[in-house]
């Protein structure tokens, strides 16, 4: 089977972009596959107030660390520019405007559907990422509500929203900061509908980062870390539940999930500018109506509501093993931060495939499944039927 590359990497964010850059550092061929026209355009196009919730110097990719004149939390859009810059200086082949249909096993490699094409490769990397499709809940009502309802992903600024009765459906990072922006841009009442307290923390604890924290905390074992989190948040934040935050569903450690990073939602609710309300059992007309029986009237909800993964629809595979020549990365949440993460997986991920590739040259298997079939030259069929025997 002629390969277009030695790996295909399908997505050209943080995820796949790091693990190209790691892999060409190795010599390794590889062609990365991005679905929007221009390098970082999801990163340029999220909600304007939005910067990294993890420091500068534990978030950059592979190799080239993010730029020492930015500040400690950088920018959506310092860190869109940065990610076309990293492809640019590692000079990756990255294909844009290349939406995967489909990937599916071929003549012992693999073959990647596009809108117009099929690429062929040894190896594919999943790098689609977990906010790859929102998720928009299908609320009963939801068809005769009479106001403004989006997604977090449509989101742009509160300026949108001066001197309007909003709805924030979910208290994750994007529901916080979002309902914060909401508040600070002048929206006359902000609410958010919460059906699990997530824990939350300030960024910096005692003028350390949360993310150096949490780094530290992933040597302790799980529950030692959980109360250890759970007392610094204790510390950096006080008691919420005057304002309607009873105590965190999850530990960060234990469910292996960030938690919510403050970015200006606890000032705003603290000073009554941000309401909590229980879960959104269904719209109405007039906005929601409450699981605990209220009908309160919104003239937008915006649902914080996550995303769903794009990968089972991708393989159709059965199962949650990945099978040989196909791997996954930027999938993983932590209390360290996803960034923190995709760095070391993708330097890890490029070691492993280094050595796929060369044991899989060095193999008698791969060498009879790349011969061409036998023209009629004895040379050719006794080439074959030695690399035969060797099988047997």
Excluded at 301 to 317: M, N
Excluded at 370 to 392: A, F, M, Y
Aim: aromatic share 6%; charged share 30%.
């Amino acid at each position: 089977m002629p390969d277009d590359a030695d790996v295909i990497v399908v997505g050209g964010g943080p995820a796949g972009l790091s693990t190209a850059g790691a892999l060409g550092r190795r010599g390794v061929s590889c062609v990365v596959l991005e679905q929007d026209a221009e390098i970082g355009a999801r990163w340029a196009s999220r909600y304007d107030r939005l910067r990294l919730h993890t420091t500068r110097s534990l978030s950059g990719l592979s190799h080239v660390p993010l730029p020492r004149r930015l500040p400690r939390y950088v920018t959506k859009d310092d860190f869109a520019a940065y990610l076309r810059d990293y492809a640019e200086r590692l000079e990756l082949d990255v294909r844009l405007g290349q939406s995967v249909v489909r990937v599916h096993p071929e003549h012992g490699g693999w073959a990647v559907e596009t809108e117009d094409r099929v690429w062929r490769t040894r190896v594919v990397v999943l790098a689609t990422g977990r906010h790859d499709r929102p998720f928009l809940p299908d609320w009963p009502g939801r068809e005769r509500y009479r106001g403004r309802l989006l997604h977090s992903d449509e989101y742009r600024s509160g300026i949108d929203f001066r001197g309007r009765d909003v709805l924030v459906v979910g208290l994750g990072n994007s529901g916080a900061e979002i309902a914060a922006d909401l508040a600070d841009s002048g929206a006359r009442r902000v609410a958010v509908a919460v059906r699990t307290v997530p824990p939350i923390s300030r960024r910096d604890v005692l003028g350390v980062p949360v993310q150096v924290l949490g780094i530290a905390g992933s040597l302790l074992s799980v529950s030692l870390a959980d109360r250890m989190a759970a007392l610094l948040r204790r510390l950096g934040t006080g008691d919420l539940s005057r304002f309607g935050l009873g105590p965190a569903a999850w530990g960060s450690f234990s469910a292996r999930r960030p938690p919510v990073i403050d970015a200006g939602f606890l000032r705003e609710l603290r000073r009554g500018r941000i309401e909590i309300l229980p879960a959104v059992a269904e719209l109405t007309p007039e906005g929601a109506l409450l699981a605990d029986g209220r009908r309160e009237s919104f003239d937008a909800v915006i649902a914080a509501t996550g995303y769903r993964c794009a990968l089972p629809e991708l393989l159709g595979l059965p199962g949650d093993e990945l099978p040989p020549g196909l791997h996954a990365i930027g999938f993983r949440e932590s209390a360290r931060g996803a960034l923190f993460e995709i760095r070391r997986d993708s330097l890890r991920l490029a070691r492993e495939i280094e050595g796929e590739l060369a044991s899989r040259a060095e193999s008698p298997e791969a060498l009879l499944r790349d011969l061409p079939e036998p023209s009629g030259s004895e040379d050719q069929v006794i080439h074959r039927e030695k690399i035969q025997l060797i099988l047997r």
